[in-house]
């Protein structure tokens, strides 16, 4: 089992930047893939973003490509998520997650496969 906790969210103008962080608590961080998905209201949780155990393998998701970038510090246990040029649409409840993963280059779109969440932090872009 691995504790995450979200920090970063807040209230931002469209077309601007927000970083969010996710920290981890134990000592096997480096055995899981992470990922972030989104929940908007009235909507389904989406899948963002994720990386690989090793780092050397990140997903996104279409809607966010080439605007948002996943990072991570095993050193650190974190994982962070920048997001650039954000749009209305992205306004959701941000949640890290983590896959207890034995291959080092997997990550996963599939919220089933994760079974550690953290609460969540709401990210709001205004027009």
């Known amino acids: 089992q691995v504790q995450l906790v979200e920090s970063g969210g807040g209230l931002v103008q469209a077309g601007g930047s927000l970083r969010l962080s996710c920290a981890a608590s134990g000592r096997t961080f480096s055995s899981y893939a992470m990922g972030w998905f989104r929940q908007a209201p009235g909507k389904e949780r989406e899948f963002v973003a994720a990386i690989s155990r090793s780092a050397g393998n990140t997903v996104y998701a279409d809607s966010v490509k080439g605007r948002f970038t996943i990072s991570r510090d095993n050193a650190k246990n974190t994982v962070t998520l920048q997001m650039n040029s954000l749009k209305p649409e992205d306004t959701a409840v941000y949640y890290c997650?983590?896959?207890?993963?034995?291959?080092?280059?997997?990550?996963?779109?599939?919220?089933?496969?994760?079974?550690?969440w953290g609460q969540g932090t709401q990210v709001t872009v205004s027009s």
């Open positions: 997650a983590a896959d207890l993963q034995r291959d080092p280059v997997i990550a996963t779109m599939r919220w089933k496969s994760y079974d550690n």
